[in-house]
């Protein structure tokens, strides 16, 4: 037999590389760790930062914002990577193009918001005015670009928990779909609440989420890969 079939609805094709798909599929268990990681450790560190106040897209600048910068675009080329992985290990079925198109997309906005960089303000870096300060063209496009970002990764979440309740895995459904609400309604809270410390600890607390998942699903797609190859 060339096909094998799972618990899954339908048959799942045998991946005639998975030593090519596996460690695509590892970037996005990485990705989302490492970013975070970094995050923090800049975010309590760096004189003048506030995670009550400041989103992590502001460490991109003063003289260390170079680092955020490699932060983002390194997590974004990971995320583009992922999402060939996730195309090369969902096929056939629910969500194979459209899931790994908007991970992919997620990938490319953050490789769009290291670019263009987050505008300062609120008191940072230090030494910056208080307030939210004017403007500019970069931190337009920025703004513009996670929201397009956010708003892919979270259509993702819905659509691999309709792939994974179709194929009866429960948990993973209700995982995915809890995942993308969890992160539209911080995402929301953080864009409408004009900087209130709730929304943006709950916006930190939403992006955790998110990237929690794309690592567990990516490691779980992984070991499956590994199984059919088995």
Not at 141 to 160: E, N, R, T
Not at 203 to 228: C, M, P
């Amino acid at each position: 037999m060339t096909q094998q079939t799972t618990r899954t609805a339908g048959t799942v094709a045998r991946d005639p590389w998975p030593s090519l798909t596996r460690p695509l599929l590892g970037y996005g268990v990485v990705a989302g760790p490492v970013y975070v990681a970094v995050s923090l450790a800049q975010a309590l560190t760096r004189e003048g930062f506030d995670l009550t106040r400041h989103a992590w897209s502001m460490l991109a600048n003063g003289d260390l914002g170079w680092i955020q910068v490699a932060n983002l675009v390194v997590a974004g080329l990971a995320s583009v990577a992922c999402a060939i992985g996730l195309r090369r290990a969902l096929v056939p079925g629910r969500g194979a193009t459209w899931a790994p198109r908007l991970v992919g997309a997620y990938g490319v906005s953050l490789v769009g918001a290291g670019i263009f960089r987050a505008d300062p303000g609120m008191g940072f870096p230090a030494g910056t005015h208080e307030g939210p300060g004017p403007v500019s063209w970069h931190g337009i496009l920025h703004f513009a670009c996670g929201a397009v970002g956010f708003l892919c990764v979270i259509v993702a979440c819905f659509v691999i928990g309709r792939r994974f309740a179709a194929e009866g895995r429960t948990g993973w459904a209700v995982h995915s779909w809890l995942t993308g609400a969890v992160f539209l309604v911080t995402f929301a809270a953080m864009a409408s609440s004009g900087g209130a410390v709730w929304a943006n600890l709950a916006f930190v607390a939403g992006i955790v989420a998110v990237w929690g998942w794309l690592s567990a699903l990516s490691l779980h797609l992984r070991r499956r890969t590994a199984s059919r190859r088995a």
